[in-house]
């Protein structure tokens, strides 16, 4: 039989980390708000979590890096807004934020897990940030539960 490795969704222990922009805070507040509530829900204590505020969703990657590199955490959820406008601004912002995300992701030894949403309309953010689409920070602190004890097992 194959050997088959499943983070399990507990969060009994489990020390998280979440870096959540300013910038766009109407929808921020409801992703972060997700987040804790999945999280304390699965078991993770109020004080296990630890929450950096930065200004926007282009300094999550260098304290997502500090945040992971501390030792102390077992995940970090990174959760920011990115909402085009009519310069290409949206699209620096939300291709580097990207880029330091995933290359953090794979250089640490624990989860980091993106949860920036990158919409078209305040709409679409809303719609993310709990209503229509569900709420994306609620997905992001889920998959950090399943990603941090899927570390454990390889």
């Excluded at 805070?25 to 992703?31: E, F, Q, S, V």
């Excluded at 999550?60 to 955490?73: E, M, S, T, W």
Aim: charged letters at 20%.
């Amino acid at each position: 039989m194959a050997k088959e490795l499943i983070g399990v969704l507990d969060g009994k222990g489990k020390r998280i980390g979440i870096v959540v922009s300013r910038f766009n805070d109407l929808i921020t507040k409801r992703l972060l708000e997700g987040a804790y509530d999945c999280l304390m829900r699965h078991g993770v204590k109020e004080s296990d979590i630890t929450t950096a505020w930065v200004p926007g969703s282009f300094e999550i990657p260098p304290v997502a890096k500090r945040l992971a590199a501390n030792g102390k955490l077992d995940a970090v959820i990174c959760l920011g807004t990115i909402i085009r406008g009519e310069t290409p601004h949206f699209d620096y912002i939300a291709g580097q934020s990207s880029k330091g995300i995933g290359q953090i992701a794979l250089e640490s030894k624990i989860p980091i897990i993106y949860g920036v949403l990158t919409c078209d309309s305040v709409d679409q953010a809303v719609d993310r940030a709990g209503t229509k689409s569900g709420n994306r920070g609620w997905q992001a602190a889920l998959t950090a539960l399943e990603m941090a004890n899927l570390y454990l097992n390889l």
